[in-house]
Structures are given as structure tokens and as C-alpha cells.
């Protein structure tokens, strides 16, 4: 379990304005501090401060996954979290994903079987499945289904992500 | 229109003592945010009235499930993960375990907590039924101690409930006294997630051994407790349903009975998810399917 916040964010108050902060967290493997506001949404963060806009804003209501990211390992949405609540955590956005040698068969995986059209909600589609294949490397179609319940798309009518999934874990079995 | 979160204070002290004397020196003044599932749609909507937040996400004192040998007692800060991942919950609180599975998707119940859900308050909220039928008891806790009530009665009207501006709530406790009851639930909605739901119900019953007319020893309705959400102010449970079936055999006669009773129970509206007549409708037909299945669970353990 992450440390609550005793040594968590001085707020600054000096500047006359409301409480900004200094965030410390690490993204993508790299220890960063942004000052914001300690509710800005954690997705305004990654893409404005961080300048890491592979996160999409789709619904700003977490309904939809395309700002999903992993937090500490778990799949969050990132428009629901305020940055305050992201203080010292763990961050991976499909930016750091891509690096990860996981990311290949998913890669593979969506182009063979068509998994991604327009790509909006490919970054959220992506990381779900490797939240799903970490817990369950050999998902059923109905586990992959339930697993990417919270991503929208609006362009593939979702079976050829599914199918992607499904690929991917077979790819990931073979290595 | 989106809110400014420069106009918003959010403070994370991170002990639950000095939350609760922060509650308790400015009362009514710094909104508990845990997951942030609710009040960060509502920030989003530009709706969120309060500008003072406190942080409990995450609070040692409220995470954690303990397992004594005639309760379990869930933090209320557990998420919905927490709770469909637990051994014992998914095994001996079935209803509850599916709640949090047909809660919104993977990543709202990686952040969405039980306490939330309790506080929030929505008619429709889906941990809430399952409460309701397994009786639950919860720890509120301030800095004028702890008190232990149960959940029923909680929810006195729409979104109002019996906690005081300085209280959390600090555990949910359910009496692990079900060995040999049927538990039944129904979400129904418009699709299998990221739904709200239009009804949902959480029942759980006992078929035992009675007497009925002429003397005959017969399967009757034993102790059963029936609950609704989304079809009134607050999630309800069926006490005049569950008075007229108790010692009953299971009658077609006393399906139909149970069903216009159901519907004479509930004050469904409609709104932008369903119409009142169809949550009528429904509700009628899922308390005959729980008896139904009931009575089936009798047969069969015969």
C-alpha cells in the first residue's frame, strides 16, 4: 500500500492564489514534480504538465476508458482522479506501455485482427488488456469482454478488439 | 460547464484523527472524497457545490477486511475490487460480491468505495440492496467516538441519512449467519456494465419445514429478506412482502399475491432511465422469480 500524504505536497499559499502544489510522482518510470492545482484532473496533468497526450479525454465522466492509464498497477480512469490524489504514486501511460516488451503481441495483435480504427480509444482499449493479461493470461471471451467493459468504441463494434485480445494472449503464450 | 479547479481547496492529511478533528472544528465546511468515482462527475459537471475537499482515500484506519468467526467487517474505504476479489465475501456474500462486479467497469471499481456508496446515496447505488438483505450494521466514527447502527433506517429520505456532519462512516459489518440460505439478485439495466441500473433487487431466503392447512408438514418460506433499489427515495426493503409470505408454501396463488404486493410497495418515478409503470412491472416480476427460485433451492436440497 502507497504512503498516505504526512510528507505529501506543501500547499503554497505565498503566491496569493489557492493552493498550488508541488506533485511528486513517478510517470512512465521517471520521477517527475509538476506544480498544479491539487484538483486538476489527473488526466489535464499528464497531457497539459506532462505534455503526454496519448490519454484521451472522451467523456471527462469516467464512463467511457480512453483516459484510462495503470495507477500503482491498477487501471484508473484518469479524468476521476484528482492530482493531489496521484501524490508519490506509480504511474504507466500508453506511452511508457509501448516500451514494455507486453506492449509487442498487443501491438501485433490489434493490427493483424484490425483492433484499432480511428485510435481514440485505443491507448484505454491497450492498457486494459494488459491489466486484464497480467491478472489472467489465458482470458475467455466472455473475461475479455467483461475487461474492457469500461472502453468505448465507437468505430470497430468491439470484436475485432476482442479477437485482438484473445491474440495477444496466445502471442504472449508461445514466447 | 467544466469547474475551475483553481477555485477548489483539496487537502490530504492523511491520518484519520486529524480528519475527523477537522470535521469536527469546521463541521459541514471540508467534503470527504475517497475514490472521487462520484464527486469527480459531479466536479466535471460543473455541479459540485462544495469547494472545500479532504482526502480519506486510501486511509489505513478504513481499508482492510477483518474476519472474526461471527462477522466480517469491511473498512468502508474498500473499493469494489476489494470487495468481488475476497475469498470469503464472494463465497458467503454473494450479493455483494456481484454488486461490485456490475458496478461501473474495472476502473471505476479500482477507486469506487463501499463507504461511497453508502454516502453518495443514489436511489439506484448497487452495493445498497445487498446491504439491506444481509442486514448490515455500520461503525460511524468522529471524534466523539464510535457508534454502531444498523443500516436499515440509515437512508431516511432521498440523498438524507443519519450521519452527522462530523461522522464517517468507518466500517460496514455483516453477521456471517446464512449457512443454508438462497441468495438471489437482479440488475437491470441497459447494459451488463456501466450502467445505472433501471431496478435492481437483493433477496435472500430460507425454505424450512412447516405446517400448512390439513395438518400436512410442507416446504414453507422461512426467513426472507427482499430488497429493491431504484424504485423509491432510498434502496427499500419489501417488509410487507416478506410478512405475507413468511410460513407460506410457495403457491402460485402466493407468487401473484407476493407480486401485487411488491408493486403496492414501491413508489417507482419515471425518469430519464425507465418509466414508473415498467420499474412496476418488474419489480413484481422479480420478487416472483426470487420465490420462485426459492422454493426450487428447497426442492432441491432435499
Given at each position: ?92 501511460t500508453i506511452e511508457g506501455f509501448a516500451g514494455n516488451p507486453q506492449f509487442t503481441a498487443l501491438q501485433s495483435a490489434f493490427l493483424e485482427c484490425g483492433g484499432a480504427q480511428c485510435g481514440i480509444c485505443t491507448p484505454g482499449m491497450i492498457l486494459a488488456s494488459q491489466h486484464l493479461l497480467t491478472k489472467n493470461p489465458e482470458p475467455t471471451l466472455d473475461d475479455i469482454r467483461e475487461a474492457l467493459s469500461g472502453n468505448l468504441c465507437r468505430c470497430t463494434g468491439y470484436m475485432q478488439i476482442f479477437e ?12 | ?302
Amino acid at each position: 500500500m502507497r504512503d498516505t500524504f504526512e510528507n505529501g505536497p506543501k500547499i503554497d499559499r505565498s503566491l496569493g492564489e489557492l493552493s498550488l502544489c508541488d506533485l511528486s510522482l513517478t510517470v512512465n518510470g521517471t520521477a517527475r514534480t509538476v506544480r498544479v492545482y491539487p484538483m486538476q484532473r489527473l488526466l489535464d496533468v499528464l497531457r497539459n504538465e506532462l505534455g503526454l497526450t496519448g490519454t484521451k479525454e472522451g467523456c471527462g465522466e469516467g464512463e467511457c476508458g480512453s483516459c484510462a492509464v495503470l495507477m500503482n498497477g491498477e487501471l484508473v480512469n484518469s479524468c476521476l482522479i484528482p492530482a493531489l490524489q496521484a501524490a508519490n504514486s506509480d504511474l504507466v501511460t500508453i506511452e511508457g506501455f509501448a516500451g514494455n516488451p507486453q506492449f509487442t503481441a498487443l501491438q501485433s495483435a490489434f493490427l493483424e485482427c484490425g483492433g484499432a480504427q480511428c485510435g481514440i480509444c485505443t491507448p484505454g482499449m491497450i492498457l486494459a488488456s494488459q491489466h486484464l493479461l497480467t491478472k489472467n493470461p489465458e482470458p475467455t471471451l466472455d473475461d475479455i469482454r467483461e475487461a474492457l467493459s469500461g472502453n468505448l468504441c465507437r468505430c470497430t463494434g468491439y470484436m475485432q478488439i476482442f479477437e485482438a485480445v484473445a491474440r495477444a494472449a496466445q502471442l504472449r503464450s508461445i514466447v | 460547464m467544466r469547474s475551475d479547479p483553481a477555485e477548489y481547496e483539496l487537502i490530504a492529511p492523511g491520518k484519520l484523527p486529524s480528519i475527523l478533528s477537522l470535521l469536527a472544528q469546521q463541521p459541514g465546511q471540508w467534503l470527504p472524497i475517497a475514490g472521487g468515482t462520484d464527486v469527480m462527475v459531479q466536479f466535471a459537471a460543473g455541479k459540485l457545490a462544495a469547494r472545500r475537499l479532504v482526502s480519506i482515500w486510501n486511509l489505513p484506519e478504513l481499508r482492510g477486511i477483518e474476519i472474526a468467526s461471527d462477522e466480517i467487517r469491511i473498512g468502508a474505504g474498500c473499493t469494489y475490487t476489494n470487495l468481488r476479489e475476497h475469498e470469503i465475501i464472494a463465497r458467503e456474500f454473494q450479493l455483494l460480491a456481484r454488486a461490485a462486479r456490475w458496478t461501473g467497469g474495472i476502473a471505476n471499481q479500482n477507486r469506487g468505495t463501499l463507504g461511497g456508496n453508502i454516502v453518495n446515496a443514489s436511489p439506484a447505488a448497487d452495493s445498497l440492496p445487498a446491504l439491506l438483505a444481509y442486514e448490515a450494521e455500520l461503525i460511524l466514527v468522529s471524534v466523539r467516538g464510535e457508534r454502531r447502527v444498523p443500516y436499515v433506517g440509515f437512508h431516511t429520505d432521498y440523498k438524507r441519512m443519519n450521519l452527522q456532519p462530523d461522522e464517517l462512516i468507518r466500517t460496514i459489518c455483516l453477521r456471517r449467519n446464512l449457512s443454508g440460505y438462497f441468495h438471489f439478485a437482479r440488475k437491470v439495466g441497459a447494459r451488463n456494465a456501466q450502467a445505472i441500473s433501471k431496478l435492481c433487487v437483493a433477496a435472500v431466503g430460507r425454505i424450512e419445514i412447516g405446517r400448512v392447512a390439513g395438518g400436512r408438514t410442507a416446504n414453507v418460506v422461512g426467513d426472507v429478506r427482499i430488497a429493491l433499489g431504484s424504485v423509491a427515495p432510498t434502496p427499500l426493503r419489501l417488509t410487507e412482502v416478506e410478512r405475507m409470505v413468511q410460513g407460506q408454501s410457495i403457491t402460485p396463488e402466493l407468487l401473484q399475491s407476493a407480486s401485487r404486493a411488491a408493486m403496492a410497495s414501491i413508489q417507482p418515478i419515471d425518469d430519464i432511465r425507465s418509466t414508473a409503470k415498467y420499474r412496476s412491472a418488474v419489480a413484481g416480476n422479480l420478487v416472483v422469480e426470487f420465490l420462485d427460485q426459492l422454493c426450487t433451492s428447497g426442492t432441491q436440497r432435499e
